[in-house]
């Protein structure tokens, strides 16, 4: 990563820590509600240990269908389309 044209090492260190910035701001144990488009790019930065030492229990996909989860907090991580909102 660190030999591309782009440094791509330095992109994902500062993708990874405005991810885990945000994931930080919800204090406690909490459940990742995310887009399904997004798991793939999600994984190029964090893997499934990072989310559980900054405090993510379960992670879900976003579907249409209500979430059962005994998580008093979510974190929901989605692109911004209308069809995500509803």
């Given at each position: 990563?660190?030999?591309?044209?782009?440094?791509?090492?330095?992109?994902r260190?500062?993708?990874?820590?405005?991810?885990?910035?945000?994931i930080?701001?919800?204090?406690?144990p909490?459940?990742?509600?995310?887009?399904?488009?997004?798991?793939?790019?999600?994984?190029?930065?964090?893997?499934k240990?990072?989310?559980?030492?900054?405090?993510?229990?379960?992670?879900?996909?976003?579907?249409?269908?209500?979430?059962?989860?005994?998580?008093?907090?979510m974190?929901?991580?989605?692109?911004?389309?209308?069809?995500?909102?509803?």
């Amino acid at each position: 990563l660190e030999n591309a044209a782009v440094n791509l090492a330095t992109l994902r260190d500062r993708a990874r820590a405005a991810l885990t910035e945000c994931i930080d701001k919800l204090r406690g144990p909490k459940a990742l509600v995310l887009d399904p488009s997004l798991s793939g790019p999600l994984g190029l930065v964090a893997e499934k240990q990072l989310l559980k030492d900054h405090g993510v229990e379960k992670t879900y996909h976003l579907r249409h269908d209500p979430i059962e989860t005994e998580q008093r907090r979510m974190l929901f991580l989605v692109r911004e389309k209308i069809a995500n909102m509803k």
